[in-house]
Structures are given as C-alpha cells and as structure tokens.
C-alpha cells in the first residue's frame, strides 16, 4: 500500500490525496416499491421475472434475507434512511402531509464534512430540498415516467427520455465528472417500480402476454381476521384505476411514445372490454395487466444496476466501492389480492437488499438476521471510519458484511404505520417482529384490535393466533418485548394527530 501510495504521490498526487482517494466509495441504488417476489436472487416460488444485474451483486456480495422497515411507505422509510431513526424522531410520519427538516443531521451531511463528494439523482420524495449533498438533480413529488420534469440545484429542467434512464445517464454522468481526489456517496433513487407501473417502450410486450401464476391468497377472504384488514382499500378487487390498467394515458408522453404505447395496449384493451369479465376472471385479468406493468418497470432498474456496475468496472472502481441495491419496502404482488405496501405483513415488511463490497464481503454470502433501514446511516458512516452518533437508533452492519454476527444482534424489530384513511384506508398499527411472530395492535379511529401472525404454523400469514389459548403465553411474551422496544425508541407517547396525514402537520 505504501509503494502505491508513494506512487501516486510521484506522479503529481499528494499523499493526502491519495488517503483521500483509498476510503471506500457507496453507491446507493434505491428502487421505489421494489420487492423480493421480482427479484430472481431470492427464489420466488412464482418464478416472476428474471433480475441477472441485481442477481449479480448478490452473486459477488452479501444477500440479506430478512431486511425489514420501520414505517412500510415511501418518505418516512427514505427519512429513516437519511437519519437513522425511527419516524417518531426524524419527523417524517406519512406521505400526505409531512416536509422533512433537512436542518437536522443526517449522514450525506457527516460524509460531506468528511471529505465525501455527494449526489443523489432521482426520486427526493422528502418535499424540501436536499441538503448535504454537493450536487443534487431530483423529481418533484412521485415523478412520472416519460420526459420528467426534475429539479436541478434549484433550477427547473425537463429531460426527454424514461426516466429509469434518465436517472441512470445522470448518475453515470456524475461519476464521469466528480471530483476524483475524493471518496464518493452516489444515492440514484429510481421511481421505478411506484404505481402506475409504466413500463418502457422497449419492455412494452415483454412477457408475450404471459399468464402469470397465482398467488395462493389472490382471493384471500380474511375470515376470522381484524376488521382493520379486511376494511382497506387497495385491493385488485376494488381499486385498480383506469391509469393502473392503461386505459387512460400515461402523463407526459409526446406523440411519438404514445404511438408506440398505443399500438400495444389499444388493441389488448379493446379485446378485455369485448370480454367483460366480471368476478374473478375480472381480477385474474387486473392482475396479469399488473405483473407485466410492474415487472416491465423491474427490467428497466435492474437493466440499470447493470451499467452501474458495468462503469465501476471499466473505471477500475469496483474493489473499493460499497454498492447497495434496496427500496424503501416491500409490495404486494397480488398476495391476498392487494397491490401496494403499508401492512406488517410479510410482501410488505420485508425489502430486498444486496451489497457489494469485493474488497470486504465475501462473494455469494446470505445473510438471515433481522436488519432494517434504520441501520443504514450507522453503516456508512462506519464504513467511512466517522463516529455514529448516539441517538440513531440502528446497528451498523459492519460486522455482518465482514462475515460475523455478535452475540447481542436483535432479535427482534419494532414497527409502526400511520398514515390513514387515506389512500388506502390501512389503519394505523405497530407491533413487534421476531423470527417467527408478529404481534400486532391495529388502533384509531373506532378499534382496538390484537393479532398475532405464527409464519411457522401460517407462512401466508392468513390467521391470527392472538386467541388461541394455546398461543397464551406466547402473547404474554411478545406484549413485553413490544413494550421493552417502545421503552427502547421512545415511541411511548400519543403520536401528534397529524402524523396520520388526515389534517395539517403541527
């Protein structure tokens, strides 16, 4: 190391420079949305999609199986993310009515102060503008899929293109221009896979009108159930759009994409209409038109973790750069006939992640401890060898990358959602998470309702144990350890009213 150091310091390159230069570098690939069941690294029993780019940084790095979300919806898991706490302390509880406050510390702002050059290209979501980062380019809002408006530094810009490449051009464009003198943090963050689910032109046809298998809980009837999960709103049953099923236009195409659009949806829809299904046969159609929609967008991400890692190679970057591939949570893919996140539920709770890192994590290993976004800031700064502060409320994973597991890791995750009624009419919960077990208490506004989940007895987590007397003592368990991580996150107090997103923030 000394002679490449010295090296490099000859040839005009400082010796602090070059220091600079071997702390190791992350790139952050965050998808919206994106699950496990598509992403071929994890063996859904579906065989959905084929993911080779996403597959190949697990194949050269670390999959974990059992990263779980604190908050399952967009901006509180990309707010936890950034602070390394819970929704409770960050402040940013829901998607309706929060702004996060960038004054507070977050670590792209420690990684920047220590000498970090940082980018994040994409999907924001956070409604203020970034701070901590030296270049910024991002979507207003949700973003939308063909030639997006972004925001530039401040400066409003509108590109041409699907804008899964878009974000992926821009960030290949930054790495070519960075300041190489300094480590660097990159945070591309996709809108791909969100709802509507609009594939690219390219992907428009992909699957050959394939008809996709079921998932054994599509026609889940939720017997014996709480009523906060049988009264929701997101089922393919009830609440798929015209705009989910295409047939009302995308937003922002121009002629020439919607003619290629319109030459493959128009006759398919004008043949579903002809048909008019109704019942089941009129979901089993909503959901094959959702499965190529939402894996058309997969392919386009997992098409770009592709040229990501395709420009570490050729830029002889790959051994010293830490590249993670995540989303903010879990979907559902038809499982008890829903679509989107939010629940406690397994499709929902869990979100993929793969990492990469030749220089530390051993290729091809699996990882089966209970992680979660809040452990991510820790992470980083640990890996960039900066002190993590005491009131985030993560573990680095420092130590599972390297291969070890100590003795005192979690064995079990806290968990709370908020946001109600709308959209989706999904009350608001929280509960404890273990190996096995969910205990969960679903409040607000007309209820009181305890489950209990055994993914031993019930994988598809179909019934609820709570009353069973057999289940008794493990209840009396579970209802301990929730209250001791309570204790432990500070969530003891009645959240403000308007972290449900029903009224003002105050």
């Known amino acids: 190391m000394v002679a490449v150091l010295l090296a490099l310091w000859g040839d005009g390159f400082s010796l602090g420079q070059a220091a600079e230069a071997a702390r190791p570098n992350i790139i952050f690939i965050f998808a919206d949305d994106l699950t496990c069941q598509a992403i071929s690294t994890y063996g859904e029993r579906r065989q959905l999609l084929q993911t080779p780019h996403i597959d190949r940084v697990a194949r050269e790095g670390m999959r974990f199986d059992r990263c779980l979300v604190t908050n399952s919806i967009c901006g509180p898991s990309r707010a936890t993310i950034l602070t390394g706490k819970y929704s409770h302390r960050n402040g940013f509880y829901n998607n309706s009515n929060c702004r996060f406050d ?123 159930r709480s009523k906060a999960v049988r009264d929701h709103d997101m089922g393919l049953d009830r609440t798929f759009t015209d705009l989910d099923a295409k047939f009302q ?93 939010r629940w406690i539920f397994e499709e929902s709770l869990r979100t993929p992640l793969v990492a990469r890192w030749p220089s530390t994590i051993k290729p091809g290993s699996v990882n089966s401890q209970i992680v979660s976004l809040v452990d991510f800031a820790e992470t980083f700064l640990e890996m960039a060898g900066l002190p993590i502060p005491n009131d985030m409320q993560g573990r680095s994973l420092m130590p599972l990358l390297k291969g070890t597991v100590p003795a005192d890791w979690r064995k079990s995750l806290y968990y709370h959602y908020y946001e109600y009624p709308v959209p989706h009419h999904v009350r608001p919960h929280y509960g404890v998470i273990t190996d096995r077990f969910k205990l969960v208490r679903y409040y607000k506004p007309d209820l009181d309702d ?18 069973d007397p057999a289940y008794a003592q493990t209840v009396q368990e579970l209802k301990a350890e929730l209250e001791r991580l309570r204790q432990q996150v500070g969530d003891t107090a009645e959240p403000p009213k308007s972290a449900y997103g029903d009224r003002p923030l105050e």
């Open 102 to 224: 960038g004054s507070q510390p977050t670590f792209p702002k420690m990684l920047q102060a220590a000498g970090y050059s940082t980018a994040i290209i994409g999907k924001w979501h956070l409604i203020s503008e970034p701070t901590g980062f030296d270049h910024w380019q991002i979507l207003p809002g949700q973003g939308i899929y063909y030639n997006p408006p972004m925001n530039r530094m401040g400066e409003q810009v509108k590109l041409t293109g699907y804008t899964t490449d878009i974000i992926t051009d821009l960030s290949i464009d930054w790495l070519q221009k960075r300041d190489k003198s300094k480590p660097f943090l990159l945070m591309t963050q996709h809108k791909a896979p969100h709802r509507e689910w609009a594939p690219a032109l390219r992907h428009l046809g992909w699957d050959h009108d394939r008809q996709y298998p079921e998932p054994e809980t599509l026609f889940d009837d939720f017997a014996g």
């Open 249 to 341: 236009k995308v937003p922002g195409m121009n002629d020439e994409q919607r003619k290629t659009w319109d030459a493959y949806y128009g006759p398919r829809n004008e043949a579903f209409r002809k048909a008019n299904l109704t019942g089941k046969e009129l979901v089993r159609w909503r959901y094959n038109r959702y499965m190529h929609d939402y894996l058309g967008c997969v392919k386009a991400v997992d098409e770009s973790v592709g040229r990501m890692l395709d420009f570490l190679d050729r830029e002889g970057l790959a051994e010293n750069t830490l590249v993670v591939v995540s989303s903010d949570q879990g979907f559902f893919l038809g499982e008890h006939g829903w679509f989107d996140k």
């Open 450 to 467: 305890w489950e209990l989940l055994d993914r031993q007895h019930d994988p598809l987590e179909t019934r609820s144990f709570y009353n």
